[in-house]
């Protein structure tokens, strides 16, 4: 019913969300734009929401998770939604404790660090054992009007977490168990890709129009290791995905650009330091990109931001582009440039 719809850019009824004709390469007047952490601690009124409970206890919320998930989507004319939710959630679900601490990142208080502890992690059923964004998929898509996005992290992104206990620059502790034990780091690497294909897959079914794979830390490998251990597991969790376009995000791993298509994604987030241009001819031009502005630049003059926004369109050419961040929107990223580059993005014109 038109009067639950409550995006502000809500697709026209009997149109294909231009999230979906750029994921498939057909002309558009425009790229769609989304932006990667656009529900979260920018906002006020996400603060609002998050003051009254903690950040794990919102993301087994359903209801809130719906809320939160909505709330770019009134403020802006974001082309599409992305669930709330974390890359971690499974990782508690498999058996991990999980916290979030004041003023630092993700911690698990028992690392995976032996043969016998991968052993006991637990497999999952996603509607039985993380129903929360399964449910906050079909709460939202019955209530957006846009398309909405699932995700989930990439094997080898989840592994760094799960070994290490926690984020890191170096990733000592999981490079230590890659050296030394390969054959038990490759078993870890493919039961978090079943795990990860299972849980994308549910959230196709639950109605996500797409959904996004995250190997944020990829990027911290040599080549030799990223073909062998990263690329082969997300190749892994994507060959159980059907139904729906699957996009890969990478930060740092631009020169893995050669190799990335092995992976199987429909679609590659380019973090900022890609050169547009060079990323499309390396990938090739039947390939879907997303990306790639600078999340520190939406802190320039208005004017600047949308000089870069268009470089960037014009550099990416006009099929097969959905514009995005380079990586996620942080708590100090003003609001007025968030507006700043959707307002350049929605005034381009193909045509
Ligand atoms: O993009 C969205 O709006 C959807 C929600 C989303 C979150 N995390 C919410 C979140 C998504 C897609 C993620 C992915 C995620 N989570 C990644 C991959 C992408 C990336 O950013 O690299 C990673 C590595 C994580 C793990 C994680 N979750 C970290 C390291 C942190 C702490 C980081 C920080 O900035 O403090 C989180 C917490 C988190 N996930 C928050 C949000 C909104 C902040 C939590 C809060 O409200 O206190």
């Not at 909505?70 to 971690?88: C, H, N, T, V, Y």
């Not at 078993?187 to 797409?210: F, K, P, S, W, Y």
Request: glycine share 8%.
């Amino acid at each position: 019913m038109s009067s639950t719809v409550e995006a502000l850019a809500a697709t026209p009824a009997g149109e294909t969300p231009l999230l979906l004709r750029a994921l498939r390469s057909e002309p558009v007047p425009r790229p769609p734009v989304w932006m990667m952490r656009q529900a979260g601690r920018y906002l006020p009124e996400y603060m609002a929401v998050r003051s009254k409970l903690s950040f794990l206890e919102l993301c087994h919320d359903a209801d809130l998770c719906c809320e939160v998930t909505l709330q770019p989507l009134r403020r802006f004319a974001f082309d599409a939604g992305i669930i709330f939710s974390d890359i971690l959630l499974p990782l508690e679900a498999m058996g991990c404790p999980l916290t979030f601490g004041k003023g630092h990142g993700p911690q698990f208080s028992e690392p995976v660090r032996s043969r016998s502890a991968i052993d006991a992690l637990r497999s999952i059923d996603p509607w039985r054992d993380l129903p929360a964004p399964l449910r906050a998929i079909q709460l939202t898509n019955a209530r957006a009007g846009v398309p909405i996005l699932g995700f989930a992290g990439a094997p080898f992104t989840l592994a760094c977490y799960l070994v290490e206990g926690e984020g890191s620059k170096e990733w000592t502790a999981t490079k230590s168990m890659m050296f030394t034990d390969p054959e038990a780091f490759t078993t870890l690497l493919n039961r978090l890709a079943d795990m990860v294909g299972d849980h994308l897959q549910a959230q196709i079914d639950a109605g996500a129009a797409a959904v996004q794979l995250f190997d944020t830390w990829a990027g911290a490998l040599a080549p030799d290791d990223y073909r062998r251990f990263a690329l082969p597991a997300a190749q892994r969790a994507l060959s159980r995905v059907k139904g729906a376009p699957t996009l890969y995000f990478t930060r740092d791993a631009s020169p893995f650009l050669p190799w990335m298509r092995e992976v199987g994604a429909d679609a590659y987030g380019l973090d900022w330091r890609a050169d547009m241009a060079h990323a499309r001819a390396i990938l090739g031009p039947d390939v879907p990109v997303q990306g790639n502005l600078d999340p520190q630049a939406l802190q320039a003059p208005p004017a600047l931001i949308a000089e870069k926004v268009r470089a960037i369109i014009a550099a990416a050419g006009p099929r097969g582009h959905v514009f995005n961040l380079g990586h996620g929107l942080v708590p100090t990223s003003p609001i007025a440039g968030v507006q700043a580059a959707i307002d350049a993005v929605r005034s381009w014109s193909w045509a």
